[in-house]
Structure formats: C-alpha cells, structure tokens
C-alpha cells in the first residue's frame, strides 16, 4: 500500500507536493486544511471544525481508499492516523523564503488588495505570517519545528525530510518512481 504523509513547515511546499506526488502515482490526495477548517467560508480559515468532527470525515475519506496522499499537520488532533502511514515527508525551507512563497501564494489566491493593509484578509494574512514565520522558534508549541523532529524520531515507519529547496516536477517525479518500486 502506498499511504503517505506529507508535512512540515508553512510554506515549504507541503500541499503543492502533496498534490504533485498523488497526480504522479495516481491515487487521492487530501489535505488538513479541508478537514481542520470550514472551507466554504466566505473568509478563509476563521472557523475551525471541532477534532471530532475532523477525525469523522477524515477517517471517511482514508478509509475508502486503499493508497492515499496526505498532506499537512495533524498536531494532535489526528494522532489516531498515524499508524496508517508507510511514508513520512518532511519539509522545510528557510523562513524568508516560506514567508515569501506564502505571500505569492496568497495573492495569486485572494488579490494583493485583499491581504495589504486594509483588505478584508489583512488581518487574517498577519496573523498567518506571524504564526508560519515563528515556526523555527523554540516555543513549545505543538506545531514548531523541535516539535515535529521529535515527532519524526518517535515515528516508526519510513521518513524521507527533504530541507532544500526543489523544481516540483522534479521531486514529484523522484518520490514516484521511488514509491512506485
């Protein structure tokens, strides 16, 4: 079976891989976000499901499929998945160059207007920003660095961390063909 987690650091890539890997092996890929936050939400990512209800519609969609990609952080709230996974990838990329991939990636999404001073999403988009950038600080926060490498220390199955920087096709090509074997 091919059932692999991808996570890591805001704005290294995770989902954008995560989408990448599963269009390559041709099997569903399903992100946290669409299961931690209401996603139909004019505002995006203002309110949160409750873990239980996440858990229920994760679990659905795991559970109908035999080989799956998973992307993003479960951070305690999805700790029964865990034993699920045969692949772990890590991401991280330098913070200046996460926070700049986010900003394009919210633009290109919402509209500079929208996240500038003044936009609806302002707000919403600093606190993000804030949130990813202090990642790499020691904080004890559940979702931080030192947090998910120990994470990684204690997972017994495969763990892959990819800390540079990567073309897309190409790493999503890679991890096929080593997946695929």
């Not at 989902?15 to 976000?33: E, V, W």
């Not at 990512?45 to 409750?50: A, S």
């Not at 229920?56 to 029964?80: F, I, M």
Request: charged share 25%; glycine share 8%.
């Amino acid at each position: 079976m091919m059932r692999i987690h991808v996570f890591g650091a805001p704005g290294s890539g995770v989902s954008t891989l995560g989408k990448a890997l599963a269009a390559r092996l041709a099997i569903p890929h399903f992100d946290t976000d669409d299961y931690h936050w209401f996603t139909s939400d004019p505002l995006p990512y203002k309110r949160r499901r409750n873990p239980d209800h996440r858990r229920q519609l994760l679990e659905q969609d795991l559970s109908t499929n035999e080989h799956w990609v998973l992307s993003g952080a479960l951070c305690g709230w999805g700790d029964v998945f865990v034993p699920l996974f045969d692949q772990v990838i890590w991401l991280w990329l330098p913070v200046e160059e996460r926070l700049a991939r986010i900003r394009m990636r919210e633009q290109a999404r919402y509209g500079a207007e929208r996240i500038e001073p003044g936009g609806d999403l302002h707000v919403v988009f600093q606190k993000f920003t804030d949130w990813a950038g202090a990642y790499d600080q020691p904080s004890g926060n559940i979702r931080s660095k030192a947090f998910e490498l120990q994470w990684l220390e204690q997972f017994q199955g495969r763990v892959l961390k990819i800390e540079t920087p990567f073309i897309l096709e190409e790493m999503a090509a890679k991890l096929s063909d080593q997946f695929a074997r």
